[in-house]
């Protein structure tokens, strides 16, 4: 979602809004955080959690005859 | 390296990542840290990936998300009892811990009087007003009804107005000219 989706869907929710001033502040808010980005350790936990669903699928498909331990 | 599997769904993976900004922006309003913030993301993000077989393709992903991370969020203060909710201002000192994040003294403003509104409240105005939710969609969100989302957007207003000192439109506006002209474009 970019900045200005933020604005237009914003805006179109507060339909009734002219207090500019609150809402204004509330979105600037709320985009600072946004624009912070995705930190690492969400995009490593995905590629963690894509693994591991992976690495089990390849198993149930392969069928291995022993779990190795 | 591993071939990969044309049944996992890439595009789910996407459309999580793709929210992650906009979940991490609402935890952060919700909760009022930084660090709380980002570990109900977390939560969020496993739950989802655990659930995604439950999840329709072509609904809405973002509002599915942000129910997830608001029941973890209730459930997580119901647990720790009064420890999440930050009355005492108490936030002010984590903001030390990230410096960058708040750096005007306006957003601090900002994010001290937020955090005196009511967590119903909190939330409606967010969500309608910064997430970029219908308020039908909002009520959907926080299980509510439509009036109900409404009333409590206008009860968080007047409270963050007063709060801020904010007497009327255009104080915090980009300009004059553009307060005007949002006036003219939104008025009914």
Known sequence: MTKRDIQLNGGAGFDNDVNTGVSAKLRHFYQSVQEEGIPDRFMSLLERLEKAEQASEHVLAVRMPTNGR | ?188
């Open chain 2, 1 to 188: 390296m591993v071939a990969e599997d044309p049944k996992i769904d890439h595009t789910f993976k996407k459309e999580l990542l793709a929210a992650v900004p906009n979940l991490r922006a609402f935890a952060v309003s919700l909760s009022g840290r930084h660090h709380v913030a980002d570990d109900l993301v977390q939560d969020t993000i496993m739950k989802a990936w655990a659930k995604q077989d439950h999840f329709e393709p072509g609904t809405n992903m973002k509002a599915w998300l942000f129910t997830i991370l608001r029941n973890e969020f209730y459930s997580q203060m119901r647990k720790r009892g009064r420890e999440v909710s930050d009355s005492d201002g108490i936030f002010t000192s984590q903001l030390s811990v990230h410096p960058a994040q708040y750096g005007s003294l306006d957003l601090q403003d900002f994010k001290k009087a937020l955090d005196q509104l009511p967590s119903d409240q909190r939330e409606a105005i967010i969500l309608v007003g910064a997430s970029g939710f219908a308020y039908e969609e909002a009520a959907e969100i926080c299980g509510c009804a439509v009036g109900t989302i409404k009333s409590r957007i206008n009860r968080a207003r007047n409270r963050l107005q007063e709060l801020l000192g904010v007497t009327g439109e255009g104080d915090y506006g980009p300009d004059a000219h553009s307060s005007a002209v949002t006036k003219r474009a939104f008025a009914v």
